[in-house]
Every structure is written in C-alpha cells, then in structure tokens.
C-alpha cells in the first residue's frame, strides 16, 4: 500500500512504464473471418476454458484497483459473445465512480444496431469500429462472412446514440489501396476519426502471404499528402497511433506503424485473452496464467500477485519484421486471441 492514499502501489515495469490500460478480449469467437486476422477454417476454444463473465469483471475491476484507467473490450467480436451488455454494463460502474477514465471496445460493427443505445447508456462514449473498405463486394471478400449494410446500419446507430465513433482500416496491398481518399473524405463527412493499421504477422493464414498483404503506412501517408493538408497534432487517445489533422474535414487521420516506426518504449497496455491468460506483449509470445489464482481463492491476494510477478516481465518490446525472408507469423496466435 501506498501510505498516501492506501490505495495498492500501481503497477511499473521494470522499464519504468506505468501499465494502466488492460485490453481484454472476451472471447475468441467471430462472426466474420477476416482475411488477415483469421483462417477460414478457424477452431476456437472449448466453452469451459472460458471466463465466465463474472470472473472476467472480478479480473477487471482487481486492475481498477491496481491504476487500470482505460479498459478496452475486444475479441474476436465482443458483440457477439452471449450477455456481453451484463458485463459492459457492470463495468460501466468504474467509470461513473471515477475510478476509470474510460470503457471502450473495438467491434467489427455488425451488432451495433442492436446495442449502440446500451453502450451509452453503459457509460461508453467512443468505439473503434474496424471497416477496411466502403464496397460492398470488397467487404465480404476481406470479411468472408460480413454484410456491409449492417455494418454501415450498426455505424449510423452507434452515432445517432452520441456515441464517438473511430473506423479502424487495415491497409491491405491491392485490396484497398485505391480507396483511402475515398475512406478519409467518408469518414470526414460523418465527423468520424479514421486510423490506418499496418498488418501484423500474428497466426498462421494457410496460403495468404503477409508479404503480400502488408504496405507501410509511408507510403499511405505520402499517398495522402497528394490531395489532403496533414497537420501534424499531438493529440493521443492512450493508445500507439500518431494522429494528423485532415484541414479539408477537420477529422484526423491515425497511423499505427509496429512494423515502420516501433512505439514499444510508450507502451502503456497488457492484454487478457478469455481464457485469463494475460500477455505483457502483442507482439511477444510470454504470457502469464491468471485463471489459476482467480479460481483458487475468492480473495484477491494471489491474483493481485500474479498480476504484480507478470508486470515485472513485460518485455522491452515486440520484433515484428515482414520481408522477403519473413513473411509468416512472428508469433502464433492469432490477433482474435489477443484482440486488437
Ligand atoms: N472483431 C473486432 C474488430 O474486428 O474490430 C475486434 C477484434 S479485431 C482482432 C481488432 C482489430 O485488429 C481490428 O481492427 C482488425 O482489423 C485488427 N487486426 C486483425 N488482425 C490483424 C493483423 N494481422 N494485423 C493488423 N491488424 C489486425
Ligand atoms: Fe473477427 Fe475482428 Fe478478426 Fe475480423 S478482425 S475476423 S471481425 S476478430
């Protein structure tokens, strides 16, 4: 404890990085199969290795404790996993008692017209949504099993319910690199932040090459700067994107560059899978077991412990690279384990 507040010592890394974000995803189950994310052919985890929910809002609300102030939940689809607003709505509590500054999630869209008023309602005031294109037929060839429709019907819902709303794009060589313009003037219309991920080499994808699928964001960025003023800003949500103000729209655009411009030394975030496995690392395959303190005990000691021994691991950074000589995975897990 602390003797000023005795509240427990936050949690430090042995870097000196103050870990105050948890992503979690709460379940490894989609409704899409996203070209880059998942194989088709996908097998996801057995029901009982799963937290339940409650187990998941008691591991939650232990980092709360610890000086969690921004909790993000991810997947696979959070949406998708049974009773999910039971769980955003419980923790929605943190956020109105001030001891979280935010409660967020990264969804594919495709439940958001049925929970988007929930989420407010929740105590959630921006969502990540990820949209790679705005063509309907392009969207189900990188989803495989996605409607754009009701992404694009989830969206308008998620912002006529007040809801802050950022679209996340994949940049996807000779997939969607002919429609970024068109993806910043859209975003710009509806008053919408756009960010531009690289793809990472996470999880085996059968045939597909990263190689094949990967552009540097450098070159998006040069790409933009043939029609569009970036101003330079430093604003930060917390998380690893560099963000630029689009002048024409007023919108920024986000770069998130693992693979071009390496952002560990800032890194501020550890990740729980929904088995209660957590990683210090996305990009590194060490991973700490807190399933096994949470069932042993009701007391949150051994947990805590846990959590405190894991932090103390958190490495350095990640080695992602994609070349010629590496274009498979860096490690084997796949981004819906993980989330992103
Ligand atoms: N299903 C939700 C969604 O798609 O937003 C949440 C989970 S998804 C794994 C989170 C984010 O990771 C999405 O924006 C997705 O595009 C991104 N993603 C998945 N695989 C990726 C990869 N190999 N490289 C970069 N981003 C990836
Ligand atoms: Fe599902 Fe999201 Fe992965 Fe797409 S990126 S397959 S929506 S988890």
């Known amino acids: 404890m602390t003797d000023a507040t005795m509240r427990p010592a936050p949690l430090v890394d042995p870097f000196g990085r103050a870990v105050t974000y948890?992503?979690?995803?709460?379940?490894?189950?989609?409704?899409?199969?996203?070209?880059?994310?998942?194989a088709e052919d996908m097998s996801f985890l057995p029901k009982a290795e799963v937290l339940s929910l409650e187990e998941i809002d008691r591991l939650c609300t232990a980092f709360v404790k610890l000086g969690t102030r921004k909790l993000r939940l991810t997947g696979g689809e959070p949406l998708v996993r049974r009773d999910i607003m039971n769980l955003i709505t419980s923790l929605g509590r943190h956020v109105k008692a001030g001891d979280l500054d935010e409660l967020t999630l990264t969804t594919n869209g495709s439940m958001l017209f049925k929970y988007a008023e929930g989420l407010v309602d929740a105590g959630v005031k921006r969502i990540n949504v990820s949209l790679d294109t705005l063509d309907p037929h392009k969207f189900q060839a990188i989803t495989r099993w996605g409607k754009f429709g009701k992404v694009a019907e989830g969206i308008q819902a998620a912002k006529n319910a007040g809801l802050a709303v950022k679209i996340n794009a994949v940049a996807l060589k000779g997939v969607n690199d002919d429609e970024f313009h068109r993806m910043v003037e859209w975003c710009g219309e509806r008053g919408f932040d756009l960010t531009f991920i690289e793809v990472m080499p996470l999880g085996d994808l059968g045939d597909v090459s990263r190689l094949d699928q990967y552009i540097p964001l450098t070159q998006v960025r040069a790409e933009l700067e043939t029609r569009w003023t970036l101003e330079d800003t430093d604003y930060r949500t917390g998380g690893p994107a560099r963000y630029v103000r689009v002048k024409e729209t007023g919108c920024r655009v986000g770069f998130i560059t693992p693979l071009t411009h390496n952002f560990c030394e800032s890194c501020n975030r550890v990740r729980l899978t929904c088995t209660g496995t957590l990683y210090m690392c996305l990009g590194q395959e060490d991973a700490a077991d807190l399933r096994t303190p949470l069932r042993l005990s009701d007391d949150n000691g051994l947990l805590i412990d846990a959590v405190r021994a894991a932090i103390q691991r958190k490495p350095k950074g990640h080695d992602f690279i994609i070349d010629r000589n590496r274009h498979g995975a860096a490690v084997s897990r796949h981004m819906s384990v993980t989330g992103g």
């Not at 948890?22 to 998942?38: G, I």
Request: with cysteine.
């Open 22 to 38: 948890l992503r979690v995803s709460v379940t490894d189950r989609c409704d899409f199969r996203c070209v880059y994310c998942m």
